[in-house]
């Protein structure tokens, strides 16, 4: 028998096509072996119910478990982007202490200059030189 056919017999017995969909063709098999053996050609309608409520079950578990992976990854990328910007703002503060620190020295340089302008000055101004 084909699986469409099988899935055709299965559907008339009550078993909903969302189930029937899901499962693998010895499943198929089987599920409808225990209907011809038992003498079953239709399941109550409390068990196509009781079949569809586990396969809405089943689906709300593989969309919630989605949705903790989403929210885990996203999760693991904001955390990764936050220590990207701490190693940044580190960077920016190095960068920041190094232009301090060579303004600093420029500055002493700058009066060690004046220092000496000042003295050769000073020097030129009490040498007798008429």
């Known amino acids: 028998m084909c699986d469409d ?5 299965l559907s008339a017995a009550g078993i909903p096509a969302s189930v029937t969909d899901t499962f693998a063709r010895p499943a198929l098999l089987d599920l409808y072996s225990q209907l ?3 003498g079953r050609n239709k399941l109550s309608p409390a068990t196509a119910e ?13 969309l919630e478990e989605r ?3 989403q929210q885990a990854e996203l999760e693991r990328e904001q955390r990764a982007e ?7 703002e580190r960077l920016r503060l190095i960068e ?3 232009h ?3 303004q600093a020295q420029l500055e002493s340089k700058r009066l060690d200059l004046e220092i000496e302008r000042v003295g050769q000055q000073t020097a ?7």
């Open 67 to 69: 949705k903790l992976s």
């Open 36 to 38: 011809v053996a038992t």
């Open 50 to 62: 009781t079949l569809s409520d586990i396969e809405l079950k089943k689906r709300r578990l593989d």
């Open 124 to 130: 030129s101004a009490k040498s007798p030189t008429a």
């Open 5 to 9: 056919r099988l899935k055709e017999k």
């Open 82 to 88: 936050q220590a990207e910007q701490r190693k940044l």
């Open 96 to 98: 920041q202490t190094e």
């Open 100 to 102: 301090r620190k060579v």
